[in-house]
T-cell receptor, first 111, second 116 residues
Framework: TQLLEQSPQFLSIQEGENLTVYCNSSSVFSSLQWYRQEPGEGPVLLVTVVTGGEVKKLKRLTFQFGDAKKDSSLHITAAEPGDTGLYLCAGVGPGANNLFFGTGTRLTVIP | DAGITQSPRHKVTETGTPVTLRCHQTENHRYMYWYRQDPGHGLRLIHYSYGVKDTDKGEVSDGYSVSRSKTEDFLLTLESATSSQTSVYFC???????????????FGPGTRLTVL
């Protein structure tokens, strides 16, 4: 099992604050994905990072893949209530059953 | 919306009874997956399928079986449900027909199963 640990597990912040979520593993992945999941729904893909050191931006969200391709971070600038949800990282390995999910970070943004 | 439906969406059952969950897709994706989601564990793969009648075990397959007789349907069966199988179950699909299991998986809305 290729374990992915996310931190923090829970995060509650005020609207307008910045935050960073971390995803760490001892395993190397070919790429890494971030998903957001809202209550009562399945996860939805936000981004895939492929190259070690890669940084991708999606509006106020910045995703970074570690140089060694073992870890990643998600930074949100000026959080909004609509950012509330469960954030999951997933390491992509070889093969068809190739997603290994992290433990999740539940974010609450208070208006 | 990737055209994935799951049924039922909610189910309460008793220990020892058989339960079947259905995943239906309209996207002609080759790969289908069943995950369970529990607090503190993220999503864990139960079984997956890489084609009609082709299935394989995932990380937490004990107590579960699957079948795929048509491209569009993937069934998950709990032969004799236990309280430890209380969870939210998600189906996912990936890989358009003729291709490999692409990295992007599209998830269904989930089934909340409670075993009393």
């Amino acid at each position: 099992t290729q374990l992915l640990e996310q931190s923090p597990q829970f995060l509650s912040i005020q609207e307008g604050e910045n935050l960073t979520v971390y995803c760490n593993s001892s395993s190397v992945f070919s790429s890494l994905q971030w998903y957001r999941q809202e209550p009562g729904e399945g996860p939805v893909l936000l981004v895939t990072v492929v190259t070690g050191g890669e940084v991708k931006k999606l509006k106020r969200l910045t995703f970074q893949f570690g140089d060694a391709k073992k870890d990643s971070s998600l930074h949100i600038t000026a959080a909004e209530p609509g950012d509330t949800g469960l954030y999951l990282c997933a390491g992509v390995g070889p093969g068809a059953n190739n997603l290994f999910f992290g433990t999740g970070t539940r974010l609450t943004v208070i208006p | 919306d990737a055209g994935i439906t799951q049924s039922p969406r909610h189910k309460v059952t008793e220990t020892g009874t058989p339960v079947t969950l259905r995943c239906h897709q309209t996207e002609n994706h080759r790969y289908m997956y069943w995950y369970r989601q529990d607090p503190g564990h993220g999503l864990r793969l139960i079984h997956y399928s890489y084609g009609v009648k082709d299935t394989d075990k995932g990380e937490v397959s004990d107590g579960y079986s699957v079948s795929r007789s048509k491209t569009e349907d993937f069934l998950l069966t709990l032969e004799s449900a236990t309280s430890s199988q209380t969870s939210v179950y998600f189906c996912a699909i990936s890989g358009l027909a003729g291709g490999f299991g692409t990295d992007t998986q599209y998830f269904g809305p989930g089934t909340r199963l409670t075993v009393l």
